[in-house]
């Protein structure tokens, strides 16, 4: 299984922007897939998640109402539409996905749940 991100980039503070994961070995969609990111000197944080399951989306709080996670079966591609972002949205961005179809839901924010990494992107804001 590998993930391939990308779509990061500068951006202004309230700006836009869409980053793309691409899986190849496995129908992505059919498994709990994630973005997490990590800002430097701090630790992984859990941006998103999906959960084939029943079907929901997931959100850190600091990004529910701004970040939207979206799925492409055709495509074989989760994305990450990022809007309004700030500053403290500045990090390198990692898509995820477990090799099991099913997560408990109290795993489903944990890094250890997720077991093939993509390589990151990074997005910066700039105030």
């Known amino acids: 299984v590998q993930l391939q991100a990308s779509g990061g980039g500068l951006v202004q503070a309230g700006g836009s922007l869409r980053l793309s994961c691409a899986a190849s070995?496995?129908?992505?969609?059919?498994?709990?897939t994630a973005w997490f990111r990590q800002a430097p000197g701090k630790e992984r944080e859990f941006v998103s998640a999906?959960?084939?399951?029943?079907?929901?989306?997931y959100y850190a709080d600091s990004v529910k109402g701004r970040f939207t996670m979206s799925r492409d079966s055709a495509k074989n591609t989760v994305y990450l539409q990022m809007n309004s972002l700030k500053p403290e949205d500045t990090a390198v961005y990692y898509c995820?996905?477990?090799?099991?179809?099913?997560?408990?839901?109290?795993?489903?924010?944990?890094?250890?749940?997720?077991?093939?990494w993509g390589q990151g992107t990074q997005v910066t804001v700039s105030s």
């Open positions: 999906f959960r084939p399951n029943n079907g929901n989306m």
């Open positions: 070995g496995r129908t992505i969609i059919n498994y709990p």
């Open positions: 995820a996905t477990s090799k099991n179809p099913h997560i408990i839901l109290s795993r489903t924010r944990s890094g250890d749940a997720y077991d093939y």
